[in-house]
């Protein structure tokens, strides 16, 4: 198994299975894989982010979201049965990849009048994640959470009249009750939404384990940029939300889309909007982001458009600034060195990592563990820029073990 240096809700640790390979070479792998973590890395002064993916991405599109860099998937199988739920968390979790399952909110309320239906939920995802039939799809390792309900405070959603904090209440602990443990995800669109909805309530006035919002090009336009939109949206808020409850993560939808609609558009974002973005949002409570969308056909470009053509010619800008924020800690600087996951061809094992700006880096090995001596494979000189580093090394008779050092 890869190792992976993100981690799910609870400390369960996910891991990225090998893909098939036969002979020496799946030996080879096998044991390579247990070194391919970093040496002298920094961690973090706060956690990372917990989420880093994609919105709306078809199974056949998984091995594209893993090569992109992305650890998590938000969407759901095309039918609401648990076998397809079982089957698509399989999918999930042998790329590697997390799932938040999003289904959608309408079954929540009534289609005619949008008024809250009390025991929908019950209805929807009680044959989903219910009952001891279903007790291997809550404990599922792919699964990370599950997206209950959007924008409940906006009128508009909900047949004229804005759910309260008793709504939201009952809403967690009746889905508590039919999937016990499974964290429970509410889309709040923007973070002062919470304003309303006191945070001096006891733990069991809860009414969610994790929260979206989301921000586009329209809203950095009205706002002038992603921190003056965080601070007119009080960050104090989410701070003080986490404060009272560590165990919340909020998770940023990124707009990563084009949309023409009405006789007006909304542009693909830049790779560089992308990246600042990413940057300013690192040291804010932000422990996810999702880049929404990652394919839909009612948008005329998405994330998924811009990052297959970069995958196919093997680099772009845009797929640099994706892959950017993945490195990022939630303080501003830089995380753990990670490997990418080695790739076996010619008789070579090409080994990829990306390095960090005004620093060199020296790739090494060792043919045991623990080792009594490594030895110099490669030395990366100091770039101006995080560039992508291949390096490859023979096929021999012997396992090696490898590692990344840096200042």
Known sequence: MYPSNLHG????????????????????LAALSAALAPSDARECAHPRWQVYGAMHAPQADFPLLVAAGFDTVFGAPSTADAESVRTWLDACRAHGLRAILAFGSSYLKDPATGTLLPGALERF??????????ADIRAHTALAGVMVLDEPYDPANWGGVRLTKADLVGLYQAFQTVAPGVPMGIGLGDPAV???????????????????????????????????????????????????????WFVLMLQAYGMSSGGSSIPMPSADWLRQVLEEANPLAIRGVLFNSWASPKYTETIGDRIQAELSSGAGPYLDAVRHGATLCSDGEPGPLRWEPPVVADGQILLRFTARPGMS???????????????????????????????????????????????
Do not use: C
Not at 19 to 25: E, H, Y
Not at 211 to 217: D, K, R
Not at 220 to 241: C, H, I, K, P, S
């Open 194 to 248: 919470l304003g309303p909805y006191a945070l001096d309530e006891p733990p069991a006035g809860t009414f969610f384990d994790f929260a979206s919002f989301t921000f586009t090009l329209r809203k950095d336009q009205l706002a002038g940029g992603f921190t003056a939109y965080m601070a007119d949206q009080r960050q104090a808020l989410l701070e003080a939300w986490l404060q009272a409850r560590p165990d919340t």
């Open 9 to 28: 809700r609870r400390g369960r640790t996910k891991a990225r299975p090998n893909r098939p390979l036969g002979g020496f070479a799946a030996a080879l």
């Open 125 to 134: 995802w009680g044959p989903l994640l219910g009952g001891s039939t279903n």
């Open 361 to 407: 880096h020296t790739v090494e090995y060792a043919t045991e563990l623990p080792a009594i001596n490594w030895n110099v494979l490669t030395r990366v000189p100091e770039t101006a820029e995080a560039v992508e580093v291949v390096v490859a090394d023979p096929v021999g008779p012997l396992a090696r073990f490898y590692r990344i050092r840096s200042p």
